[in-house]
C-alpha cells in the first residue's frame, strides 16, 4: 500500500521561507515523478511543482516559478519543497502526490496517489 506523508508546514510571516516534505512508501520511488498541489477551502485543487523520477526534468505553476524549487532524494524516497518569499495568496493545504506517468502533471486526474496534507498559513 503506498503512504505518501508530508511535513514542514506552519505559521510564517510574509517573505518567510519553508521546506516541505513527503516521505513515501509501498512504491519504488525512482520509478515515480513527485509532484506538490494546493488547496483551500472550496477552491479547486491547483498544481504546484513536478519531478521527474531522475530529477532532470521539472515544472512549477507560473505563481510559484523563481521562488519554489521542488527536489528529491531517490535514496530517501523523500520529496521536497522548498518555498522562499512566501505570501498570503500561498496560504493552503499542500499535498504530495506520486505518479508513475511522465504527461498531465499540472492535472490531478494524473496522479493516483496522495498525502494526506500540510497545511501552510502566511500572516502577519
Known amino acids: 500500500q503506498v503512504h505518501l506523508v508530508e511535513s514542514g508546514g506552519g505559521m510564517v510571516q510574509p517573505g518567510d521561507s519553508l521546506r516541505l516534505s513527503c516521505a513515501a512508501s509501498?512504491?519504488?520511488?525512482?520509478?515515480?515523478?513527485m509532484g506538490w498541489f494546493r488547496e483551500d477551502p472550496g477552491k479547486e485543487r491547483q498544481f504546484v511543482a513536478a519531478?521527474?523520477?531522475?530529477?532532470?526534468?521539472?515544472d512549477y505553476a507560473n505563481s510559484v516559478k523563481g521562488r519554489f524549487t521542488i527536489s528529491r532524494n531517490n535514496a530517501e524516497s523523500t520529496a521536497y519543497l522548498q518555498m522562499h518569499n512566501l505570501n498570503s495568496e500561498d496560504t493552503a493545504v499542500y499535498l504530495c502526490?506520486?505518479?508513475?506517468?511522465?504527461?498531465?502533471?499540472?492535472?490531478?486526474?494524473?496522479?493516483?496517489?496522495w498525502g494526506q496534507g500540510t497545511q501552510v498559513t502566511v500572516s502577519s
Open positions: 502526490a506520486a505518479t508513475p506517468s511522465a504527461n498531465s502533471w499540472q492535472f490531478t486526474f494524473a496522479w493516483p496517489y
Open positions: 519531478i521527474k523520477w531522475d530529477g532532470d526534468d521539472t
Open positions: 509501498g512504491l519504488t520511488f525512482r520509478n515515480y515523478a
